[in-house]
């Protein structure tokens, strides 16, 4: 006999997970972020705002591939880092960059990475096709500035294992 549960069940979208009995978890709205200081080789600061909600994502390989937004600073201080106005300048370009991932379920956001004269934008998907045309839609300049991008494989999600231990 099919029972209402077992008819919403199988209503669900597939991008959602069942953990446990009654937790349903949904990537793309799933976030909970928490900063980390690493050191560069050249001994500068690296900042990284990691999404720690995804560490409890058990279905990463279903986002085998990286995807980066790297944006340069213009006026980097001499440790390689925005200046406090330059940061809130970048502020309309993530939100454009997560909308673009985020709202159209292209990509789950994992890390900011600050460092070096730049910060980069990683996400994880599993539509690297899309990524790419959307990319392509967006253009190589955002809000006045360059922004290079790329899609790799990261099976592993070496890069957010690496930055969020």
């Given at each position: 006999?099919?029972t209402?549960?077992?008819?919403?069940v199988?209503a669900?979208?597939?991008?959602?997970?069942?953990?446990g009995?009654?937790?349903?978890?949904?990537?793309?709205?799933?976030?909970?972020?928490?900063?980390?200081t690493?050191?560069?080789s050249?001994?500068?600061p690296?900042?990284v705002?990691?999404?720690?909600?995804?560490?409890?994502?058990?279905?990463?390989?279903?986002?085998?591939?990286?995807?980066?937004?790297?944006?340069?600073?213009?006026?980097?201080?001499?440790?390689?880092?925005?200046?406090?106005?330059?940061?809130?300048?970048l502020?309309?370009?993530?939100?454009?960059?997560?909308r673009?991932m985020?709202?159209?379920k292209?990509?789950?956001?994992?890390?900011?990475?600050?460092?070096g004269?730049?910060?980069?934008y990683?996400?994880?998907?599993?539509?690297?096709?899309?990524v790419r045309?959307q990319?392509k839609?967006m253009?190589?300049?955002?809000?006045?500035r360059?922004v290079?991008?790329?899609v790799?494989?990261d099976?592993?999600?070496?890069?957010?294992?690496?930055?969020t231990?």
């Open positions: 006999m099919v209402l549960l077992h008819l919403l199988a669900l979208p597939m991008h959602f997970a069942l953990q009995d009654t937790v349903f978890t949904d990537p793309f709205a799933t976030e909970k972020w928490e900063m980390f690493r050191e560069a050249d001994g500068h690296v900042y705002r990691g999404n720690i909600a995804l560490r409890a994502l058990n279905e990463k390989q279903r986002f085998p591939y990286r995807v980066g937004f790297v944006v340069a600073f213009q006026n980097p201080n001499r440790y390689g880092l925005p200046t406090d106005d330059e940061a809130r300048e502020t309309p370009l993530e939100n454009e960059i997560d673009a985020t709202g159209k292209l990509g789950v956001p994992a890390l900011i990475i600050t460092t004269g730049m910060r980069e990683v996400y994880y998907s599993n539509q690297p096709d899309a045309s990319i839609k253009g190589p300049r955002m809000h006045g360059e290079r991008s790329y790799t494989a099976p592993g999600w070496d890069v957010y294992v690496r930055f231990q």
